[in-house]
């Protein structure tokens, strides 16, 4: 039997594998972070007919082997890892990742990775993809804190979270007090202060000119209450030189004791209009969570009623060292293989780990004219091996034929 017939098989039984992959990357043009596939081809063994002869001195030159190959074979289905666009839905829960990395994701039992971040919330404000995998991630302590060092865990944005109510502890003063006031002319200024409770309470500050480049302070509560006095002094460049703190304390009825430190170190004692204000004060009234955002390196962070905001959690990503050697699993999923290596597990924007860019998708990175290009030259390969075939059946037909 010709050695060609099997040639010309093995060319188109590869050649349909190749096609094969090739209708797989285009029916997948438009799904999200489709990651496309090539065929590579090699050669099969080849049968040496003569081996080669080294140069005899004096004599012959060397003979190189005499080899018939038998075909080919594929070589490896690899796939390219290479990041697909990014479009925009506004969807504040849809994330793509921009640079290496997978999101982590797991059904309780097993954990997969993927680069599809089209989630969504779960009835138990739980982050997850359109398969119902939870991601992974850490989530923060009552303060706030996040430790990645820590084992993931699900990332669960709790709706209706509470923010406890926290009582004003320090002000800041800014602005300036006119340096040509008389003497006895006062400046009066006022803010919102909280208790333990989170009450908010009117917090009157009074400044009086005592004399050159000299303020006393008053402070009193709700109107009633005197919480404390001092004296700020200016020096002759219009900063304050003494008198840059000053404490309150007030007592208020169900509540811890309110007790307050006042800086008075960035006001200025310039000519012209007074401007003292208190530019910071950093107490809160309760709060529940009202929205979350998500920032490029996946910190979750949590907007409560109250205006204040708290760290809720981070999503984790995931590289490997060899990712084509992640097996595909379906449903946009990949898992770990013998030859993908271990994953490296951490925070976005660090260890070599990419960036998340929130209310975008990542899109396929199948190339259709590419794709196109390789149906031809697939179809073309294909048609010249079923000619080969073809041809050796004729002259084997030729050769059954010497007999009549």
């Not at 504040?92 to 599809?116: C, E, K």
Request: hydrophobic letters at 35%; zero cysteines.
């Amino acid at each position: 039997m010709m050695r060609s017939l099997f040639s010309g098989v093995s060319g188109l039984k590869n050649h349909q594998t190749q096609m094969d992959v090739i209708g797989n990357n285009i029916a997948n043009v438009n799904t999200v972070a489709f990651k496309a596939s090539r065929v590579t081809f090699e050669d099969i063994l080849s049968q040496t007919l003569e081996g080669a002869r080294s140069p005899v001195a004096g004599g012959p030159g060397g003979v190189n082997p005499t080899q018939i190959g038998l075909g080919m074979t594929i070589s490896s289905v690899d796939t390219i890892f290479t990041a697909g666009s990014l479009q925009t839905t506004d969807n504040p829960t849809d994330l793509a990742i921009q640079g290496d990395g997978f999101f982590v994701v797991s059904d309780g039992n097993r954990t997969y990775y993927t680069r599809d971040g089209s989630f969504s919330m779960s009835a138990d404000g739980s982050l997850v993809t359109s398969g119902g995998y939870r991601v992974q991630g850490w989530l923060a302590d009552s303060d706030g804190n996040i430790d990645t060092t820590q084992a993931l865990q699900n990332v669960v944005i709790p709706v209706g979270t509470q923010m406890k109510p926290k009582a004003t502890e320090n002000i800041l003063f800014e602005g300036n007090l006119d340096a040509n006031f008389a003497d006895a002319k006062t400046w009066t200024t006022n803010t919102q202060v909280y208790d333990s409770l989170g009450n908010a309470h009117n917090l009157v500050i009074v400044f009086t000119k005592n004399g050159s480049n000299t303020w006393g302070w008053e402070a009193t509560l709700d109107g009633t209450q005197s919480g404390g006095t001092g004296t700020v002094t200016f020096g002759a460049d219009g900063l304050v030189s003494a008198g840059g703190t000053g404490n309150l304390a007030f007592t208020i009825p169900g509540a811890s004791a309110l007790n307050i430190t006042v800086d008075f170190s960035r006001m200025t004692q310039f000519g012209g209009t007074p401007t003292a204000y208190v530019n910071l004060q950093d107490g809160y009234e309760a709060g529940s969570l009202e929205t979350v955002s998500v920032d490029s390196s996946g910190i979750i962070t949590g907007i409560f009623t109250n205006g204040q905001s708290k760290s809720l959690g981070q999503i984790a990503l995931a590289t490997f060292p060899n990712p084509a050697g992640l097996t595909k699993m379906g449903g946009n999923l990949y898992q770990i293989s013998n030859n993908s290596g271990a994953p490296n597990i951490g925070a976005a924007n660090s260890g070599g780990r990419g960036s998340i860019a929130v209310g975008a998708l990542e899109m396929s990175n199948v190339d259709l004219a590419q794709e196109f290009t390789n149906m031809i030259i697939t179809q073309r390969g294909f048609q010249a091996n079923s000619r080969v075939i073809t041809t050796s059946d004729e002259m084997l037909q030729d050769l059954i034929n010497i007999k009549r």
